[in-house]
């Protein structure tokens, strides 16, 4: 394995000169041959649901295994996996042929290091094709010991990447073999169960290089190109609110609400449940809340920057007093809720029942506050200064 001694730098943004021949006909010819394949098989003959489940089902599971084997846990090592829980997702992610466990993690830590800046390997700031796959054809930096030294560490993560190609081929030759011996259709079974498949979970897994950078909203950050759209987050199996994930990257959630769609999130909860996972990292919801704030009062304050209307004012003293009445509250719901933490491991029923009812009560103040300071957003934002100066 290759390494290098010195991070990458803004100079050369971590890439290697010229085109990575290998990558580029890989992904030119797969693409070529499934435009040309599914059009020959369409027409010769309708795909039966078997196929098509057998299709669904590999997508989600080689898909699942780069959000939750890839990204969430061997690039930012949001929770702890047991060896019988890597197997499966090292399997899949393999079958993904996106890369090894070890490369990808390099790439994303890296992206997250350099995110917006040259040494982001597939930053926006080149553009969306960019972005989205040309990088890919890039020659990049040998993998940096300092970045995955806890990778190089494991030894499954290791045996995949010195393996990486014959691995490739051979769950992908598996995973085909299986289907085709299940629908008796090996046409369909190369088209469906590789090929379509195949550009499905590269595709969806590049969107988050990619429009998760360009298309949506900023509700956690607007220091960062990272964006929340709730459409990617149903294409790409939960990691579409991208904007969290680059503000609170430790967290092994990317959808923090109850009703965000994510099922790595309950997958990883499942696994703890078992056994399987543990020491799942969460953000508390105070910090998320302060941090929601914060942006906000950002975003308003640009929003009536160099505003000259009577209104501006009476906002601006609104927004001070909500602002500060709401930062004081969550710094105290963070300190009674760290008390209580302490109580709880020392047994003090009393002090603990005490504790439970103040935090109760400071709780359903936040709540209230954070109602009123979402109508103070929500009128400034309608307040239009175009109109107010007309």
């Known amino acids: ?10 100079e050369n943004g971590g890439k290697r000169a010229g085109v990575h021949w290998g990558a580029l006909l890989f992904i030119a010819g797969y693409h070529a041959v499934l435009f ?28 699942v295994a780069i959000t939750m084997g890839y990204h969430r846990f061997y690039s930012h090592k949001t929770y702890r996996a047991s060896k019988i829980l890597e197997i499966p997702l090292l399997f899949f992610g393999t079958a993904a042929i996106q890369g090894s466990a070890l490369k990808w993690a390099f790439d994303h830590r890296l992206h997250h290091k350099f995110v917006d800046g040259e040494g982001d390997p597939y930053g926006t700031n080149q553009g969306f094709w960019h972005s989205h796959i040309l990088w890919l054809f890039e020659h990049q930096a040998p993998i940096e010991e300092r970045l995955v030294r806890d990778l190089m560490a494991n030894r499954l993560v290791m045996f ?13 030759v598996l ?3 299986g289907v085709a011996a299940l629908t008796q ?9 590789f090929l379509l498949r195949l550009f499905l979970t590269h595709h969806s897994t590049w969107f988050i290089n990619s429009l998760a950078h360009i298309w949506g909203s900023k509700p956690y950050s607007s220091e960062h190109s990272a964006v ?15 904007n969290y994930h680059h503000t609170f990257s430790g967290d092994y959630r990317n959808g923090v609400r109850w009703y965000q769609f994510d099922p790595p999130k309950y997958l990883i909860w499942l696994m703890s449940k078992i056994g399987l996972a543990s020491d799942l990292q969460r ?27 009577p209104r501006v ?9 909500t602002y500060e009445s709401l930062t004081d509250k969550l710094a105290q719901m963070k300190t009674d809720l760290d008390r209580y933490s302490v109580l709880k491991r020392e047994r003090a029923r009393e002090e603990i029942r005490i504790k439970k009812a103040q935090i109760r009560d400071l709780r359903k103040s936040i709540r209230s506050e954070m109602k009123d300071w979402e109508r103070l957003c929500k009128e400034v934002i309608r307040f239009k200064p175009g109109l107010a100066n007309a």
């Not at 394995?1 to 803004?10: D, E, F």
Request: glycine share 8%.
């Open 175 to 177: 995973l085909v073999a």
């Open 313 to 321: 004012q009476a906002f601006m003293s609104s927004m001070d007093t």
């Open 228 to 242: 929340n759209n709730f459409i990617l987050a149903h294409l790409t199996f939960g990691e579409g609110y991208h």
């Open 160 to 172: 995949q990447h010195k393996y990486y190609g014959w691995l490739a081929t051979a769950t992908n």
């Open 36 to 63: 040309i394949g599914l059009p020959i098989y369409l027409f010769a003959r309708t795909p039966g649901l078997d196929l098509l489940a057998l299709m669904a089902l590999l997508w989600a599971g080689t898909l």
């Open 185 to 193: 259709d090996v046409f369909g079974a190369l088209i469906f169960g």
């Open 283 to 309: 953000v508390n919801r105070v910090a998320i809340d302060r941090t929601l704030v914060a942006a906000d009062r950002k975003l308003m304050l640009q929003h009536l920057r160099d505003v000259e209307h």
């Open 1 to 10: 394995m290759q390494t290098s001694s010195t991070l990458p730098t803004s």
